[in-house]
């Protein structure tokens, strides 16, 4: 008998602390439950996250752990949402260093660093990452105006475009703003799905070529024959 076909997990409302910490000491209770799952994480993996581990990791008692957070997911989406926070910092700033490379080399070293990123957030389990993936894509970030503040789709697509431009001399494609639309929107929804669907496949080392090859023929880089010319 045939097996039904598995469905993607859809995206869930992200999980939320039961109460944010206001004092200084509660803030720093919170800060040692958060370094505690960090450390869990890199050293033992996802699967050994758990409320009564992180406890004694931190050193705070297991009933004062279930007043901020009401379970491991809980604590996940908080440490997620710090790396998301300092990666994408660290990814606005890495753009600006590579910006005015040749084109070829521009795209590769993006689409490494967003491949990079990627894998780094599956740190936290498969499951985890694929029912809250629209909340933590990290490129979604980049050049925000304030930490945790996603920016609005128009101002990525203006930075997008003015990339494009700088870069002028070196591309066919003449709409640019289709062609940054394709590259801000396109190519991070083609990662969203892979990590919902097929997450293993993040771990080619084909994948950050392919997509920068993808995003090379998006801006006609490397002039190819256009029908209308």
Do not use: W
Not at 97 to 119: A, D, F, Q, Y
Not at 192 to 220: G, K, N, T
């Amino acid at each position: 008998m045939r097996k039904p076909t598995q469905m993607p997990h859809s995206p869930g409302t992200l999980p939320k602390p039961r109460k944010t910490p206001r004092q200084q000491r509660s803030q720093a209770t919170v800060g040692y439950i958060v370094e505690a799952a960090r450390q869990i994480l890199y050293s033992e993996g996802v699967e050994a996250v758990t409320t009564r581990r992180v406890a004694e990791r931190s050193g705070v008692a297991v009933g004062s752990l279930y007043q901020y957070f009401p379970n491991r997911d809980a604590i996940l989406a908080r440490l997620a949402e710090e790396e998301v926070i300092r990666e994408s910092a660290a990814m606005q700033q890495y753009f600006n260093e590579i910006r005015k490379l040749p084109i070829h080399e521009h795209l590769l070293l993006v689409s490494n660093r967003i491949v990079e990123t990627e894998r780094r957030m599956l740190a936290f389990g498969g499951d985890f990452y694929r029912r809250y993936v629209q909340h933590y894509q990290v490129v979604q970030r980049v050049g925000k105006i304030n930490a945790g503040e996603i920016l609005d789709v128009e101002t990525l697509l203006l930075d997008s475009q003015k990339n494009l431009e700088l870069h002028g001399d070196e591309i066919c494609e003449t709409d640019l703003k289709l062609a940054a639309y394709l590259l801000a929107r396109g190519i991070p929804a083609m990662l969203r799905s892979m990590v919902s669907e097929r997450p293993e496949l993040l771990a080619s080392p084909r994948l950050s070529l392919i997509l920068s090859r993808l995003s090379l023929a998006i801006v006609d880089g490397v002039k190819t024959a256009d029908p209308e010319r």
